[in-house]
């Protein structure tokens, strides 16, 4: 009976579905160590904390699945040096530093940044440095994690933290084009192709419909009218 339990559990978890019904399922990737604070997976704090009193929480943009009582954020890329998109409703006045990191699946850290935070509120991006050390390799699960230390925090310990996991694929013509046509299949990827297109021409209404059917698709429809602003400056890496 013990035996049978354990193969009806494997089989349940090795069926966990991603993105669209077009798009084939991911094998549930194994826990990594978070950094401080306990962040739940593949999302916030529960419930999350504050830096100030913002309408909105952090957020990664990615979809996420209920496995159990945990919350999975994952998707895949076919780019060796994705690009991460988090909504950030706070401005630099509420946050005293912000850290990116990213893991393999067996917890390693492979990359970690700092960063200058923007201004205004809005969706930033991450991207990996384009340096062979960094590459991701096809067939693999990463961990990523990005954190903030709000102004009051005077630890080391940040106050918020979301994170999420990708796998790396070959690109292949049906693939590239599901980028192109702003499909969620190849998430990362197509996330950050529209960001960027959206960025050269915000007045573009094609761009935007494709920008708000594509965050719907994955139930991100509460931050499509979430400014853009692109990449974070002065990344530091090591």
């Not at 090795?14 to 593949?42: C, E, H, M, Q, Y």
């Not at 080391?156 to 192109?180: C, F, M, Y």
């Not at 761009?207 to 002065?234: H, M, R, T």
Request: proline content about 11%; glycine content about 6%.
């Amino acid at each position: 009976m013990k035996q049978l339990l354990t193969i009806a559990l494997t089989l349940t978890l090795a069926n966990f579905p991603i993105l669209s019904t077009s798009a084939k399922p991911l094998p549930t990737p194994p826990p990594a160590p978070p950094p401080p604070g306990n962040p739940v997976p593949g999302g916030t704090f529960s419930p999350p904390p504050q830096c100030g009193t913002p309408a909105k929480v952090l957020n990664a943009l990615i979809p996420q699945k209920n496995l159990g009582s945990l919350l999975i954020g994952q998707g895949l890329t076919a780019s060796q040096y994705p690009t991460f998109w988090i909504y950030l409703p706070y401005s630099s006045e509420d946050i005293s530093s912000g850290e990116f990191s990213l893991h393999n699946r067996r917890g390693r850290k492979l990359y970690r940044t700092s960063f200058s935070l923007p201004q205004t509120a809005g969706i930033i991006s991450i991207s990996i440095p384009s340096e062979p050390k960094y590459a991701l390799e096809e067939e693999q699960f990463y961990h990523w994690y990005f954190s903030l230390k709000c102004s009051s925090n005077e630890s080391s310990t940040p106050d918020l933290v979301v994170d999420g996991w990708v796998k790396r694929v070959a690109l292949t013509s049906e693939s590239e084009r599901q980028i192109n046509a702003a499909q969620p299949d190849i998430w990362y990827d197509s996330l950050t192709r529209l960001a960027n297109l959206r960025l050269t021409a915000p007045e573009d209404e094609k761009l935007k419909n494709d920008w708000i059917d594509l965050l719907n698709s994955v139930g991100l429809e509460a931050l499509v009218q979430e400014p853009l602003v692109g990449p974070v400056g002065n990344s530091i890496g090591f």
